[in-house]
């Protein structure tokens, strides 16, 4: 059974700063892998979405990157902003169309 | 373009009641799957439905259940509620084959 692992699980950043976050998952046999962002009681918004041949995808401040032979994604955001603050959820499908979510790391941005 | 649809966003029940949640997909969207969020599980998945056939199943027990109609639309029903089923419960809905799920903004269940 796939596990997705989130790394850190709370992170604390002063606005501004560029941050790193990381996404480990067990099966490598992975065709996609999605970001998401969650702000508390709301859905999930979809951030990026990375297929199993690519390496990196970008979207204006947010970038994703996957190596699946290590089983690792990561997402960097470059110039935090308050409006960043969120749950940031990855998430990887097995061949039924079923998410293996991550516990999510949760960011907080100080003004 | 619309996104998808939950209804309703909010529900309060009494223990043992039973309640139906609806989610409207993408147009075009024909996959339509359903997850639980719970604080101490996280995001656990319910099942889904691909041409109103269910596809997949979760490891949740028989009183949770689901159905599609022919125009991809989906309602899940959960019977005899308990008060661990309080939880948001998310649709998401995606193209065939997946191309990445678009989720709904939820609907919150608080038994009591």
């Known amino acids: 059974k796939q596990e997705v692992t989130q790394i850190p699980a709370a992170l604390s950043v002063p606005e501004g700063e560029n941050l790193v976050l990381n996404c480990s998952f067990t099966?490598?046999?992975?065709?996609?892998l999605q970001w998401f962002r969650q702000d508390p009681g709301k859905g999930l918004t979809s951030l990026l979405l990375?297929?199993?041949?690519?390496r990196e995808q970008t979207s204006g401040r947010l970038n994703a990157s996957l190596d699946k032979s290590s089983g690792r994604s990561t997402l960097y955001i470059a110039a935090s902003q308050p409006g960043d603050s969120a749950t940031y959820l990855c998430?990887?499908?097995?061949?039924?169309?079923?998410?293996?979510f991550g516990t999510g790391t949760s960011l907080t941005v100080i003004p | 373009k619309a996104g998808v649809t939950q209804t309703p966003r909010y529900l309060i029940k009494t223990r043992g009641q039973q309640v139906t949640l609806s989610c409207s997909p993408i147009?075009?969207?024909?996959?339509v799957s359903w997850y639980q969020q719970t604080p101490g599980q996280g995001l656990q998945f319910l099942f889904e439905?691909?041409?109103?056939?269910?596809?997949n199943k979760g490891n949740f027990p028989g009183r949770f259940s689901g159905r599609q109609f022919s125009n991809s639309r989906s309602e899940m029903n959960v019977s005899t509620l308990e008060l661990g089923d309080s939880a948001l419960y998310l649709c998401?809905?995606?193209?065939?084959?997946?191309?990445?799920?678009?989720f709904g903004s939820g609907t919150r269940l608080t038994v009591v």
């Open positions: 099966d490598s046999a992975i065709y996609n």
């Open positions: 998401a809905s995606s193209r065939e084959p997946v191309t990445g799920y678009t």
């Open positions: 147009s075009g969207h024909r996959s």
């Open positions: 990375i297929q199993s041949s690519q």
């Open positions: 439905y691909f041409s109103e056939t269910q596809r």
């Open positions: 998430a990887v499908p097995n061949t039924g169309n079923q998410f293996y």
